[in-house]
């Protein structure tokens, strides 16, 4: 048999050789110190998708409920910039992976922003006796129980105050109204939403968007507001404690995998506005002082949410996982970002008010990636698609 030899070595024979390879090839990569998610990244193009795809699972094992653990409908109040497309886009998947019923509007949303008397009226035919998820803008009611299955777990998403302000200023460009950008503005917000008359109004009303968006009294002070929403939601998710409101999420709706709340950031603007710890005070007080009752809510909300955290390291270790997770889907699927419109693909929102950003699929990327990456409006026609193929004989 033919001998390899490597100068002060012994000979080796063929097998041996193959074997000191791999053990060669092991310790530089020990030594190298590259993590699963680099080799992944590195490597997922050659690997086949439903081989990652399998890795992925395996690297982050879900949480086992409960026996007596029930998968419960889920109900979403969506609202407008907090997030939600984001849950939007989660949900939408859950509902497609797990062969689960959504509802899906005539329209782009659920009559919003009108009052109905019958929400059904706004739903696309064949219209559902229950239905899995609702998860489209809608004007909330407590009716709006009675349209899913069972026990439904309902929950919505509050954003940081500044954040929030920031945002809708921005997307709905309010400073064509006032005059000033939200800089200017939020230096004496006071005195442009009075000085301004019904913009000001306007303006004050959709920021402190939760009397609206819950359907209550556009007057409700924080006091009735949190009573209402405590007595209506099983769960408010923050911002800022993202991915441990949606462990919470898969926890208490009995979702099966975790990989049932992986996602990418959705409807996100191209530039965020960054200010340094003493102006985003100074900032986050002014609002307060002006519009202080989404303030009083979402500390309410911090509260409950950080107590919970503190309390509950399951909730945190398995919102550790999921960031994992995310960076490892992220670095098998994502091969950069660019500007929205760009192009005008599936990846390609359709309502751009300002410059929003969206994602590059790497060529290779596996079949999940798209899904991930999918604005709302390619993902609203797609549930239509799915529907009338379900339900057109119904």
């Known amino acids: 048999m033919h001998s390899i030899h490597f100068k002060n070595m012994l000979p080796i024979h063929f097998k041996s050789y193959k074997k000191l390879l791999i053990v060669i090839f092991a310790m530089a990569l020990s030594t190298t110190f590259l993590s699963m998610n680099a080799l992944l990244t590195h490597f997922h193009c050659l690997i086949p998708s439903d081989v990652l795809h399998s890795l992925h699972v395996r690297i982050l094992p879900s949480y086992i409920p409960k026996e007596t653990c029930i998968q419960r409908s889920i109900g979403f ?24 019923s959504i509802v899906t509007p005539k329209g782009v949303h659920l009559c919003y922003p009108r009052r109905y008397t019958n929400i059904r009226q706004c739903f696309q035919k064949p219209i559902l006796e229950k239905y899995d998820i609702l998860a489209n803008h809608v004007r909330y009611n407590p009716s709006l129980k009675n349209v899913l299955r069972g026990d439904s777990y309902w929950f919505t998403l509050l954003r940081d105050p500044l954040q929030f302000y920031n ?15 939200f800089e200017k503005f939020v230096q004496n917000p006071k005195f442009y939403l009075q000085s301004s008359g019904k913009i000001g109004t306007e303006f004050a009303r959709g920021s402190n968007h939760l009397p609206d968006e819950l359907g209550l009294p556009k007057e409700s002070n924080s006091s009735t507001i949190i009573k209402f929403m405590d007595e209506q939601f099983d769960l408010v998710i923050l911002t800022d404690y993202f991915n441990e409101g949606l462990i919470q999420l898969f926890m208490e709706a009995c979702m099966p995998s975790l990989e049932d709340v992986t996602y990418f950031v959705q409807n996100s603007r191209a530039e965020h506005t960054t200010w340094n710890s003493s102006t985003t005070e100074r900032y986050r007080m002014n609002l307060r002082s002006a519009l202080p009752t989404y303030f ?45 419109g760009e192009k005008n693909n599936e990846y390609d929102p359709k309502y751009q008010p300002v410059n929003l950003s969206t994602y590059e699929l790497k060529e290779c990327a596996p079949e999940y990636c798209r899904m991930m990456a999918w604005p709302e409006d390619t993902f609203n026609a797609y549930n239509k698609e799915q529907h009338l193929k379900k339900f057109a004989q119904t």
């Open 296 to 340: 009083e809510v979402y500390d309410y909300y911090r509260e409950k949410m950080k107590s919970k955290i503190a309390s509950d390291h399951v909730v945190k270790n398995l919102a550790r996982k999921l960031s994992d997770l995310n960076e490892q889907r992220y670095s098998a699927c994502i091969a950069g970002k660019r500007q929205a």
């Open 77 to 100: 109040l969506k609202t407008h910039k907090t997030g939600s497309t984001t849950i939007f886009n989660i949900l939408s998947r859950y509902a497609d992976s797990h062969n689960l």
């Open 167 to 181: 945002s809708r200023y921005e997307y709905f460009r309010f400073g064509r109204e006032f005059g000033v950008d």
